[in-house]
Structures are given as C-alpha cells and as structure tokens.
C-alpha cells in the first residue's frame, strides 16, 4: 500500500547508493597493509557479461567495488580488510602485500 504523502519512498530507500566521501581520516586506503586484486579470468561477471554475482560488491562495508562489468575497486578508499576476497565464490580476489600488489592480467 502506497502513502499518499510519499508515494515512491519505497523505490528511493531501495535506490538509495552510497558513495565514498572524504571524511575526516581523508582518503583511507593509505591505512591498507592488504591489496585485494581481482582477477578477472576467474571472476563470473566477466565471464558471463551479467551482473548476477557481484557478491565483492554487496559485502564490501566500505562500498568501494564497483557494481560494473568488470568489477572495480576505489583504492583510494579500500582498508584491505579481504571481506570481498572471502566471499567470492570464484576465488577470483586475490590479496597481496601493499608493497608487491601489481595488476593482474585479464
């Protein structure tokens, strides 16, 4: 049942995105001794061009992976904490020490 005085408030809570912001600590991934990597050869999104995995995406606590095609990650942001490389299903998140982190191949 829709509320007269809010007619859509269920659509804007359920759209409701959160973005980076620098805060008070500023850009926090300079905090980071862990650097998730993703490797995109074993990550389902890429494989199928679909958005139905993105698991990196919704347990991120800090909302830096990218819900795109493929996945991204704000480093600038990202505390290296691996909840993202835990919860892949694919093992497709590797974590790396913040001195030797280099791109991975696709």
Do not use: F
């Not at 926090?28 to 995109?40: A, F, K, N, Q, V």
């Not at 919860?87 to 590797?94: G, K, L």
């Amino acid at each position: 049942m829709e509320d007269k005085d809010y007619p859509n408030a269920h659509k804007k809570i359920l759209a409701s995105i959160q973005y980076p912001q620098i805060g008070e600590a500023g850009k926090t991934g300079t905090w980071r001794t862990m650097r998730p990597l993703i490797h995109e050869d074993k990550c389902i999104v890429v494989k199928t061009g679909t958005h139905n995995c993105h698991l990196c995406w919704l347990y991120c606590p800090e909302g830096v992976v990218s819900r795109t095609i493929p996945p991204t990650i704000d480093y600038d942001y990202c505390k290296g904490c691996g909840i993202c490389a835990n919860e892949c299903p694919h093992d497709a998140i590797e974590r790396m020490e913040e001195g030797g982190a280099k791109a991975c191949p696709a």
